[in-house]
């Protein structure tokens, strides 16, 4: 099997800088999140530049509105002197965002702080090769160069591993064009129980393999790995590149298929009145034009169909089912077992969310998510969350807020868990922590939604990960690898229920310290 033909730029090596600093476990997890289901690596995974990589657009079409002529209108009729004038319109406000000073690439992961000083609080993470933008150059100690600069979200950088540049910031993570994440992914090719099938080495350089030279390792089973290009070397066949330039032969390689699936934008496409919002979750999701088993079949649903359907659940005919109306014509409906399909339907209102806010909710029993926007949601989409067939893989209920983004990184098993259920998924896209080590993220190895998959975190398909990433706080600056919330800048608030259980409030909580986040980070000290 050939992989998606992308084409890259070169990635420049990712460095990271500096001596480790302990720091505390919120700060930690930001600076490098873990997994679900396992303590972080006690270094910072750079990113690699890949400047040439176009995003996808979510980019709505100009408008074509022309300018008026001259005669267009009829002007206004002129006050007489006994007729009141009406009162001027309030000119109205437009808040333009500031201009950068410059914009400066990153020679070295860069850590950025609530103040122009090293031990003030950790707010962000710009990686090696990427751009950001300086709004101003202001004074503090132990920085030498260009000394510190204001940046995105009134936080502060150290610019003495900065370099001047003239490459726009962009938002991480990048995408290829062609595809919904930002790599290529893969894992050697392994049978059932995970030994795999042949041995899949992994070369320093091309020219390394080229030369004969040994391996640096064997690619191991029930590890994801992410690659940015496909190659043909003469003699060598069809290699993968990944992002240090290690080239991985092509054979014995078994390609992800990242789900295609996508929520619904009840702007775009809003549920009719009365009914429920739906997705038919089995492959076998049969219709009938009467609720019994013994009634003849009409036809199939695909896989993760959206419908709109009666939400009351119809009992008889040897099962449950749901109506969707009007699915065979005006007034003749279709029929399906309850357990093919998932609803969302809304929980119990949070009272203390202002009208206009966007919030995310999460309905473990119905394995479903919505934006909303204060009481009102305005997308809605399937979700895989934790098992619970092992200990701390069922995903928290409660009501949180997020704490951290990440644009992508690692995630794997933790030790104790390395024998019964080992995983390594690289580059994760689209990463929020809620709580711990529980995140909302994109999984792109498999297409399960609607299912409880993950060992508990909330998984996404790409495009809906992505599509929530975008409309929460806080909000990641272009350039930027990680970001966290803070007083001035709170994450948006992320509730996870069970149907109308009520949830704990665990917003004002503080995060006790564990094994999880026992953490210690690599930054740009003063004496890096």
């Given at each position: 099997m050939s992989a998606p033909r992308v084409r890259t730029s070169r990635p420049w090596l990712a460095a990271l800088a500096g001596l480790a600093l302990p720091i505390g476990p919120t700060a930690a997890l930001v600076m490098f999140g873990p997994s679900c289901d396992e303590e972080a690596d006690d270094e910072a995974i750079a990113a690699v530049a890949r400047?040439?990589?176009?995003?996808?657009?979510?980019?709505?079409?100009?408008?074509?509105?022309?300018?008026?002529?001259?005669?267009?209108?009829?002007?206004?009729?002129?006050?007489?002197?006994?007729?009141?004038?009406?009162?001027?319109?309030?000119?109205?406000?437009?808040?333009?965002?500031?201009?950068?000073?410059?914009?400066?690439?990153?020679?070295?992961?860069?850590?950025?702080?609530?103040?122009?000083?090293?031990?003030?609080?950790?707010?962000?993470?710009?990686?090696?090769?990427?751009?950001?933008?300086?709004?101003?150059?202001?004074?503090?100690?132990?920085?030498?160069?260009?000394?510190?600069?204001?940046?995105?979200?009134?936080?502060?950088?150290?610019?003495?591993?900065?370099?001047?540049?003239?490459?726009?910031?962009?938002?991480?993570?990048?995408?290829?064009?062609?595809?919904?994440?930002?790599?290529?992914?893969?894992?050697?090719?392994?049978?059932?129980?995970?030994?795999?099938?042949?041995?899949?080495?992994?070369?320093?350089?091309?020219?390394?393999?080229?030369?004969?030279?040994?391996?640096?390792?064997?690619?191991?089973?029930?590890?994801?790995?992410?690659?940015?290009?496909?190659?043909?070397?003469?003699?060598?066949?069809?290699?993968?590149?990944?992002?240090?330039?290690?080239?991985?032969?092509?054979?014995?390689?078994?390609?992800?298929?990242?789900?295609?699936?996508?929520?619904?934008?009840?702007?775009?496409?809003?549920?009719?009145?009365?009914?429920?919002?739906?997705?038919?979750?089995?492959?076998?999701?049969?219709?009938?034009?009467?609720?019994?088993l013994k009634a003849k079949l009409e036809g199939q649903l695909e896989y993760h169909q959206a419908l709109d359907v009666k939400p009351e659940q119809l009992r008889g005919g040897g099962a449950r089912w749901f109506e969707i109306p009007d699915h065979f014509g005006a007034g003749e409906p279709a029929y399906v077992e309850s357990d093919k399909l998932r609803l969302w339907t809304p929980g119990l209102p949070l009272d203390d969310i202002p009208e206009g806010e966007l919030w995310v909710d999460v309905d473990v029993g119905s394995q479903t998510l919505a934006i909303m926007r204060g009481q009102q949601p305005v997308f809605v989409t399937l979700v895989s969350s934790g098992t619970g067939h092992k200990p701390n893989t069922a995903t928290p209920r409660g009501i949180y807020r997020i704490r951290n983004k990440l644009a992508y990184g690692p995630m794997r098993n933790r030790p104790e868990d390395a024998e019964d259920s080992p995983y390594h998924v690289e580059a994760v896209p689209w990463v929020q922590y809620f709580y711990r080590r529980f995140a909302l993220h994109a999984s792109y190895w498999h297409d399960g939604f609607g299912h409880r998959k993950s060992h508990g975190c909330v998984n996404l398909s790409p495009r809906d990960a992505r599509y929530v990433f975008e409309r929460t706080g806080p909000e990641l600056p272009p350039g930027w690898m990680t970001t966290y919330a803070h007083g001035d800048r709170p994450g948006s608030v992320v509730r996870v229920r069970k149907g109308l259980e009520p949830s704990p409030d665990r917003r004002a909580e503080s995060e006790p310290a564990g094994d999880d986040d026992e953490l210690i980070a690599r930054a740009d000290s003063p004496g890096a």
């Open positions: 400047p040439d990589v176009r995003e996808a657009a979510h980019v709505a079409a100009d408008d074509e509105a022309g300018e008026a002529e001259p005669g267009d209108a009829d002007p206004p009729p002129a006050a007489t002197p006994d007729e009141p004038r009406p009162a001027a319109a309030a000119p109205e406000v437009v808040v333009t965002p500031p201009l950068p000073l410059g914009i400066r690439a990153a020679a070295r992961t860069i850590i950025t702080y609530a103040a122009p000083r090293y031990g003030s609080e950790m707010r962000g993470r710009i990686d090696s090769g990427r751009t950001f933008a300086i709004y101003e150059l202001v004074q503090g100690p132990d920085c030498p160069g260009e000394g510190w600069a204001r940046v995105d979200h009134d936080d502060y950088a150290c610019l003495k591993n900065a370099v001047a540049d003239d490459r726009p910031p962009a938002l991480q993570p990048l995408i290829p064009e062609g595809l919904v994440v930002p790599f290529i992914y893969a894992k050697p090719k392994a049978d059932r129980r995970g030994n795999l099938l042949a041995e899949v080495p992994r070369y320093k350089s091309k020219f390394a393999l080229t030369s004969g030279a040994e391996p640096l390792e064997i690619l191991a089973a029930n590890h994801q790995y992410a690659f940015v290009e496909e190659l043909q070397i003469p003699g060598h066949g069809k290699v993968m590149l990944d992002a240090d330039e290690q080239v991985v032969p092509l054979d014995g390689l078994k390609f992800e298929k990242p789900s295609e699936f996508f929520g619904r934008e009840l702007a775009v496409a809003p549920v009719r009145e009365g009914l429920a919002p739906a997705w038919a979750t089995s492959r076998e999701a049969l219709l009938r034009r009467q609720p019994s």
